[in-house]
């Protein structure tokens, strides 16, 4: 089972600040199968970013995904205050697929 | 528009079974994937199991194995998570999520079912 390890845990920011959330994988994802999904209190996870760059449906271009291999940067060009929120990583290149522990991004 | 309404809270004793649903629309509910999904008080997300609704398809995680059953019936488009002995451990929010593959990322999600297992 692959391992994906989130960094920051926290991550204090401020509106209109750059936010980057890592994420690491214990081994190689395969064909660069890695998903991101924002999670607001009291709400279900929503998709943001699948196969390491590719954004969601409706998500807004200040998110953007990279990454390949073992190592994934999720990145929140400008802060708006409805983006934070708990992000976590998830990669589907081997079953079971495997989410990250998430990193909570909340405002300084 | 594609939705995934999950059946509401539950609250039961240690050793009582359990079977909650989640019921799709919008969609061809037998082409796509449909994932359980646990998160349990304050903590992140784990995959616990998948079906594929068309043919019963059924694949589970290692750490889940044996102590759910996934289950759906295509003919009113609703996948089931089932438990026949709940345990104080198994309280958490569950949600069920819609995936293209059976190894894929998910692009809808219901509201999730929160269960509650208290003596």
């Known amino acids: 089972e692959i391992v994906l390890t989130q960094s920051p845990g926290t991550l204090s920011l401020s509106p209109g600040e750059r936010a980057t959330l890592f994420c690491r994988a214990s081994?190689?994802?395969?064909?660069?199968?890695l998903a991101w999904y924002q999670q607001k209190p009291g709400q279900a996870p929503r998709l943001l970013i699948y196969g390491a760059s590719s954004r969601a449906t409706g998500i807004p271009d200040r998110f953007s995904g990279s990454g390949s291999g073992t190592d994934f940067t999720l990145t929140i060009s400008r802060l708006e205050p409805e983006d934070f929120a708990v992000y976590y990583c998830q990669q589907y290149g081997s079953s079971p697929g495997t989410f990250g522990q998430g990193t909570k991004l909340e405002i300084k | 528009e594609v939705q995934l309404v999950q059946s509401g809270a539950e609250v039961k004793k240690p050793g009582e079974s359990l079977k909650i649903s989640c019921k799709g629309s919008g969609y061809s509910f037998t082409t796509y994937w449909i994932a359980w999904v646990r998160q349990m008080p304050g903590k992140g997300l784990e995959w616990m199991g998948i079906i594929y609704p068309g043919d019963s398809d059924t694949r589970y995680s290692p750490s889940f194995q044996g102590q759910v059953t996934i289950s759906a019936d295509k003919s009113i488009s609703t996948a089931y998570l089932q438990w026949s002995s709940l345990k104080a451990s198994d309280t958490a929010m569950y949600y069920c999520?819609?995936?293209?593959?059976?190894?894929?990322?998910?692009?809808?999600w219901g509201q999730g079912t929160l269960v509650t297992v208290s003596s």
């Open positions: 081994q190689s994802v395969s064909s660069s199968y």
């Open positions: 999520a819609r995936g293209r593959y059976s190894n894929g990322y998910y692009d809808y």
